[in-house]
């Protein structure tokens, strides 16, 4: 899959890079890759996924782990089966401690620096599964200090403003509120803040520097930041009062922050974290443009119908230029939005193959493929919607409290 | 006044170095001048702190302002007439404040490193004084993260103990309990983090850099820490909901932290805090191995009353080697701390000046001087032992609530 993007945030004036993870090849569209936990960019294709688990130092998911998964929970979640989530750290370890009768917190989060659009829900939709599934606790923590400290533009209302607004969303994916907790950094620092200051002591700014690429103009809050979104990976210890496993589904681009928690993890007393690793999912617009931060490119929760179904139809596909050459020379799955929002939202296993072969062949227009995802897209936002909206009555019960 | 003495905290693994404030001059003494919030080194004479007036960009504390403090309270306190407290920022722009009907809070500190000794108490007993006179809320900051940051060999429950310790010497100094409020950083974080992540913000990692003199050694908790120390001249403000000036009363070790505090407060609405800053008092112990992490050069508030003599009558002097030569030569006040100690906390300044001249003239004998300051000591430590022991019951009443 060739899963060319650029993710970047509105209103940076801080710019950092992770150090590019390309080889001395020639490859031209991995030396363009750029990753750390507030920027991506680059061509993200199956092969470049692969240099990423090699530069760091993950796992792939096996056909054994993934055998080991449908062991333990009777299937193989889609999003795993598409490789969706395609690398890991541990996941066999907490595999192991599960069966042997010891449970496991999830932990997962969200930068609040804007409105949740439908590429953010995955990894939540895929850890609401794995809480089902395993019946784990879940630590949810928004990090309003980060985004606050990362968007020079940004001041501490706007945070709020999102906070609030992506706390509906994490609500209204249907988390079970009796084993799902969610934590606001600024509100919940008190928790968070005796286990950070443990791991920031184990941690030189030289480490922190080669791991996330700060500079001299970075500024000290981003520079303290980072233990403060590992403390969540140690508070499952704390709040149950016993080593306790946890496992961090998140996109590939957190990697940093649970490098530096499992190098510190042991020294301190602590589990290392385990981590599913999954893809970035682009938004719609036109390949070299595309741009989470663009309202047109994705489509966000709050969309209205006709909004949705106009994003969906000025979607950038993997089609010709004209129809005529579309049948004869067939369209391109592989770079084509619609059809991976399709697979991953929408189709069945077996759908989405078709649907592959029939656009390969030439027998597929783009403006079926469009008007599909159209309309599941209004019928999933509009559902989506009526559960963000109920969610409002649910807040204090899905908020962490502090002791 | 000679004032030579090297302090520095145990078990420090860390060492920073703040820009050594000597000129080019072969002055070998400010040379070796060493300051920062967690080391200071050096030879002390008054020259050196006039130097450091300069370096540091503060203001000598003018006859005109001695003459303003005394038409507003009606007195010079000691501690300003001997120029223990020697130098400020604003103090003039304060008492304007305050002339003008706008009141101003105190906020002072005391990183939990250790127990406390006499010379911690001067700067509280002086800022008590102030409380009085302008009947000021006092903010008390416990940097318990700091000092956990820095000291790699403490652990929490070290550090949670001498917070508990150093909380009953800031009781017993006798702050009016309706109008000192105590902050203990990991306790009362989730009021001061919202703050801090605004100054931080502001401040580059080359900035602090340069202030502090961080490297790549440093942790990356002892980076992200000055705003947490610098929040507290900024909550004042929010806690009255309107701009409310704050002075610090504090030695001008910490001046690095208001330094950068004043560089950011107006560009997020705040007062800059204004500052009057002391000198640093010594040990007891010889001359070029003070250190008041070493007990035996410290009278704690703790020590019982034959320790507190044994010190005393160990204590180095500004004497000659025999009673014969100090007859016929004269004693050194000026290198004394038997004759500071009891300058600053027993003499009146009459009998001050008359200690200083008999001294000098060789007829006062240590022995006597020293006597005097044991049972001086005892009586005060004895007393002071009683009050902390009673402020075992105010606790909750001076401390800080988060809101």
């Given at each position: 899959m060739v899963n060319r993007f650029i993710r970047d945030e509105k209103d940076n004036s801080i710019k950092h890079q992770y150090q590019n993870y390309s080889d001395n090849k020639t490859d031209h569209s991995s030396e363009n890759i750029i990753i750390t936990p507030w920027e991506v960019h680059g061509d993200f294709e199956d092969e470049n996924y692969s240099k990423l688990i090699e530069k760091f130092g993950t796992q792939h998911i096996s056909l054994d782990l993934i055998n080991k998964i449908k062991k333990i929970t009777g299937e193989v979640h889609p999003l795993?089966?598409?490789?969706?989530?395609?690398?890991?750290?541990?996941?066999?370890?907490?595999?192991?401690?599960?069966?042997n009768g010891e449970q496991f917190y999830l932990y997962t989060g969200r930068g609040p620096s804007g409105l949740v659009h439908m590429g953010h829900l995955l990894p939540w939709i895929f850890t609401k599964y794995l809480q089902e599934k395993f019946n784990?606790?879940?630590?949810?923590?928004?990090?309003?200090?980060?985004?606050?400290l990362y968007n020079m533009?940004?001041?501490r209302n706007r945070i709020k403003?999102?906070?609030?607004?992506?706390?509906?969303?994490?609500?209204?994916?249907?988390?079970?509120?009796?084993?799902?907790?969610i934590i606001v950094d600024t509100e919940h620092i008190k928790s968070l803040y005796p286990i950070a200051i443990e791991i920031a002591k184990k941690i030189t700014f030289s480490t922190a520097k080669s791991v996330f690429g700060f500079n001299n103009m970075t500024n000290i809050g981003m520079i303290g930041f980072p233990p403060i979104q590992a403390a969540p990976c140690f508070l499952p210890t704390v709040l149950e009062n016993k080593p306790t496993p946890v496992l961090i589904p998140a996109a590939i681009d957190q990697d940093?922050?649970?490098?530096?928690?499992?190098?510190?993890?042991?020294?301190?007393?602590?589990?290392?974290?385990?981590?599913?690793?999954s893809k970035f999912l682009p938004g719609l617009s036109n390949l070299t443009k595309m741009s989470s931060s663009k309202p047109e490119t994705a489509i966000?929760?709050?969309?209205?119908?006709?909004?949705?179904?106009?994003?969906?139809?000025?979607?950038?596909?993997?089609?010709?230029?004209?129809?005529?050459?579309?049948?004869?020379?067939?369209?391109?799955?592989?770079?084509?939005?619609?059809?991976?929002?399709?697979?991953?939202?929408?189709?069945?296993?077996?759908?989405?193959?078709?649907?592959?072969?029939?656009?390969?062949?030439?027998?597929?227009?783009?403006?079926?493929?469009?008007?599909?995802?159209?309309?599941?897209?209004?019928?999933?936002?509009?559902?989506?919607?009526?559960?963000?909206?109920?969610?409002?009555?649910?807040?204090?019960?899905?908020?962490?409290?502090?002791?």
């Open positions: 795993i089966k598409f490789r969706y989530f395609f690398s890991h750290r541990d996941l066999d370890w907490i595999l192991n401690k599960y069966e784990s606790k879940l630590i949810f923590q928004i990090t309003d200090d980060e985004k606050f533009n940004f001041d403003n999102y906070v609030l607004e992506n706390i509906l969303d994490v609500i209204a994916i249907g988390f079970n509120p009796e084993l799902t907790k940093p922050y649970w490098r530096i928690t499992r190098d510190v993890a042991e020294k301190l007393g602590y589990y290392k974290p385990a981590q599913i690793h966000f929760t709050t969309d209205e119908p006709e909004v949705v179904r106009k994003k969906v139809m000025s979607s950038f596909t993997g089609g010709q230029p004209t129809v005529e050459l579309q049948k004869k020379l067939g369209a391109n799955p592989d770079i084509c939005p619609v059809f991976w929002y399709l697979k991953y939202f929408f189709d069945t296993e077996k759908k989405s193959i078709e649907r592959f072969y029939r656009c390969r062949s030439g027998n597929l227009l783009c403006g079926e493929c469009k008007n599909e995802l159209a309309n599941e897209s209004v019928i999933f936002i509009k559902d989506f919607k009526k559960r963000r909206e109920k969610a409002r009555d649910k807040i204090a019960e899905f908020m962490f409290e502090s002791r």
